[in-house]
């Protein structure tokens, strides 16, 4: 789907919580994502924001003293501000106090009571306040009667609610999963909710009456909307799908379905069961392929407060100081638990990807092509004249090869293979020029168009390289396109990235990509 909008989503942060590694994780794995879909001059949207209603987080604004709403505004802006200090280029904010979205909801609501998807009835089970969620009797006991999150005692539950009939969505949701077998990534994921899906699908209880901080229940303004309710709606009222007549929709319904709706492993029953039954109920496509990837741990554990292992804005910050922003970004990317398991967090780990990948292998081949081509053509790209000595290296053939591969991956989402397919071109350069000795042929003057030639395919190679790491080292490639004056980006990468780009007679300026940083 050459010209198809593409479309990727975050999970809305709550409120009650501080911004940490894991928000910021989920968000730079988008961020990278969209940047490379620009790169490719793809048309895209990438959401995020904050999910702001709910008990919890009435109950951390009364704890402050403070309005839920300005509790709300306080918060939100921290995540906001968190988002540009580590350069997130979302093109929307969603905040689910937002009157627009708000409305929305109401509308969606509204149609699946219309619809008999949502109706009124009596709730017997137990309740876990602290999630807001209702249990049923088999799965209380299963949890031993207390919360499976907070270990607190559930607490007994009888009330009037209105239900969304997820049960009527059984056979239509194994189909879903049947005929799409990408629906939900990676695999093992997609195993989890198999199983549980073969339990069969119970009605779910979408509103509340303990709390008021909510939206209302369409003609029925003693209930509220589940939080959760609310909460997925963001991903189709942030493209105004609810009022299709507002300027919102107009610029943005063309993006749903979604290519990629992100979130962490702990949210995955939401996204990959009740959220595609409400698109169903409301005749809505599905979304291409819900990716739930795992946790970052910290010292082998679950990061939290009071083991005092907790990642929060303030290490990442230092991280950042330390290594640059381009530095934590790449870390997150080749570290981070896009996969089945969850991933350490170390700050000895950071530093040696820091070191080997960015220091000594892009670094140090920029490094050393412009201190050659400095030396020995003063600056200026020599001509690739043909006339090469070894290195057995089908320069054209190969680059081609994991250009297209780290295109390929990154479609997948799979943000390591894309820069490692861009890491192999420069590694093949440093091994390229430890193989030819340039810096040896140098002293023969007869040689002097031969060592040009090596050194134009260098900085070719390790251009194309860039090319394709700017989505994840943007600040640095940007560097580079100044230095090397390879311009802008063209908005057409796999163009950029074909061999013979750059000129002869380019200025080229010696360059420290990454200092060397001490342990
Ligand atoms: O669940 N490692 O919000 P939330 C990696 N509002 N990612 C992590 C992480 C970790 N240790 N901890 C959190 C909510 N995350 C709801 C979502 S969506 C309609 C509503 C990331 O503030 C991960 O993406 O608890 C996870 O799903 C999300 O933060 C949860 O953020």
């Not at 163009?495 to 750059?502: H, I, K, P, S, V």
Request: with cysteine; hydrophobic share 40%.
């Amino acid at each position: 789907m050459p010209n198809a909008h593409r479309y990727i989503t975050t999970p809305i942060y709550y409120v009650n919580d501080r911004p940490h590694i894991g928000h910021v994780y989920t968000t730079t794995v988008c961020d990278i994502w969209a940047r490379f879909q620009r790169l490719l001059g793809r048309d895209v949207f990438f959401l995020t924001g904050t999910d702001e209603h709910g008990q919890k987080v009435e109950q951390s604004a009364a704890e402050r003293g403070m309005a839920p709403s300005v509790f709300a505004d306080e918060i939100s802006a921290e995540f906001r501000g968190a988002m540009d200090l580590f350069g997130l280029t979302h093109d929307e904010f969603i905040r689910t106090t937002d009157p627009q979205h708000e409305q929305q909801v109401r509308t969606f609501v509204g149609r699946l009571m219309e619809s008999g998807d949502v109706y009124r009835g009596t709730f017997e089970g137990w309740y876990d306040a602290g999630q807001e969620e209702y249990l049923t009797e088999t799965q209380a006991k299963e949890a031993d009667y207390v919360s499976p999150v907070s270990g607190k005692p559930l607490e007994r539950a009888r009330q009037e609610n209105y239900f969304f009939k997820l049960s009527g969505y059984q056979d239509r949701i194994e189909a879903l999963f049947a005929e799409h077998p990408e629906f939900v990534r990676p695999e093992g994921r997609r195993n989890e909710v198999l199983g549980r899906l073969r339990e069969g699908l119970q009605d779910v209880p979408i509103s509340r009456t303990n709390f008021t901080w909510g939206i209302p229940v369409p003609d029925d303004e003693s209930h509220v909307i589940y939080v959760w309710i609310d909460a997925l709606f963001n991903y189709i009222t942030a493209l105004g799908l609810g009022d299709l007549s507002s300027s919102r929709a107009a610029d943005r319904h063309e993006y749903w379905p979604a290519t990629y709706q992100v979130i962490g492993k702990e949210i995955l029953w939401f996204h990959a069961v009740i959220w595609p039954a409400l698109l169903m109920a409301l005749d809505l496509p599905m979304p291409r392929c819900v990716y739930a990837h795992s946790f970052w741990i910290s010292d082998g554990k679950k990061m939290s407060k009071s083991l005092g292992n907790f990642i929060g804005l303030e290490q990442l910050q230092a991280c950042m100081d330390t290594y640059g922003r381009d530095a934590l970004r790449y870390f997150l990317a080749v570290q981070g638990p896009l996969g089945s398991t969850d991933a350490d967090f170390s700050r000895s780990q950071f530093h040696e990807t820091y070191t080997t990948d960015l220091v000594n292998t892009l670094g140090n081949c920029a490094s050393r092509t412009s201190a050659m081509i400095g030396k020995y053509f003063e600056g200026i790209c020599p001509p690739d004249t043909g006339e090469c000595a070894g290195g057995g290296v089908e320069w054209e053939t190969f680059t081609s090869e994991q250009v297209a591969r780290s295109i390929a991956a990154m479609d997948r989402l799979d943000l390591a293979g894309s820069i490692e397919a861009a890491m192999s071109i420069v590694r093949r350069v440093d091994a390229f020029i430890n193989d030819t000795a340039p810096f040896k042929l140098a002293k023969d003057q007869t040689k002097a168009a031969m060592v040009g030639t090596i050194l134009h395919r260098c900085a070719e190679a390790i251009r194309i390289a860039a090319c394709l790491l700017e989505a994840v080292l943007p600040d640095h490639v940007a560097d580079l396109r100044t230095a090397w004056n390879f311009g802008e980006s063209s908005g057409d990468l796999a163009a950029e990235c074909r061999w013979g780009g750059l000129p002869a007679r380019t200025v080229i300026e010696k360059v420290m990509l990454f200092p060397r940083i001490e342990a």
